[in-house]
């Protein structure tokens, strides 16, 4: 009776996935430490723009040191910057539609831009428009990405892990003048400002938004 064959190579299969890095643990941590032109491109993916902690040795899901380590937590603070052509083109399309979408909680619908964080941080239209089209990603025509938080990119290093939808009012005054948010965005673009920029500051109980343009 012939012998069995010897087995070639007894060491564990390299992860070749997010999934199956799970069950390898000791590879995965290696190919952390490896440089990105020298890692597979799914955890080059995966890792999008977070940055590396060393990982100890008895971790059993490296991975999720990575992403815990690239979490916001606490108070958020920060200033997101867009383009402020788009950002304006936003609000003009909420300020013109004839049906408003509501936000969490909201019960009286108005003209207003959502912050939204989920793949990358973007701007966008709450107005309905019968017209409007998806575009080839499914998104809906009016949405501005953050400078460089935009698709396929992880904002959890500074907004946090959870993601959200928080509603901008545009024609409620904003300023002890009367000024409304729309008034500053259309008043900044005949002026030859390029820039929105959104400051803010937040918590699990509250948060707090200031504008400016530049």
């Known amino acids: 009776m012939p012998n069995p064959a010897p087995d070639s190579d007894n060491t564990p299969a390299a992860p070749d996935s ?54 916001a937590h606490g108070e958020k603070r920060g200033t997101l910057t867009f383009p402020l052509a788009p950002v304006l083109a936003a609000a003009e399309h909420a300020a013109a539609a004839n049906e408003h979408k509501l936000g969490y909680a909201e019960t009286q619908a108005a003209p207003r831009l959502w912050w939204v964080k989920d793949d990358g941080t973007y701007l966008m239209s709450n107005g309905q428009n019968p017209t409007d089209t998806h575009d080839d990603n499914g998104r809906l025509p009016h949405v501005v990405y953050a400078d460089n938080w935009g698709p396929g990119t992880d904002a959890r290093s500074i907004l946090g892990g959870d993601d959200f939808r ?12 009367g000024t409304t948010l729309l008034g500053m965005l259309r008043q900044a673009a005949t002026t030859g400002a390029t820039r929105f920029l959104l400051t803010f500051a937040f918590d699990d109980t509250h948060m707090e938004l200031t504008y400016i343009t530049e």
């Open 18 to 71: 997010v999934g199956t890095a799970m069950n390898h643990p000791e590879h995965t941590r290696h190919l952390l430490t490896l440089p990105a032109d020298q890692r597979p491109d799914w955890l080059n993916k995966f890792l999008g723009n977070m940055t590396i902690p060393p990982i100890p040795k008895t971790s059993t899901n490296p991975l999720l040191d990575v992403v815990t380590a690239n979490t």
């Open 166 to 177: 928080e509603s901008i009012d545009l024609t409620t005054p904003a300023h002890e003048d």
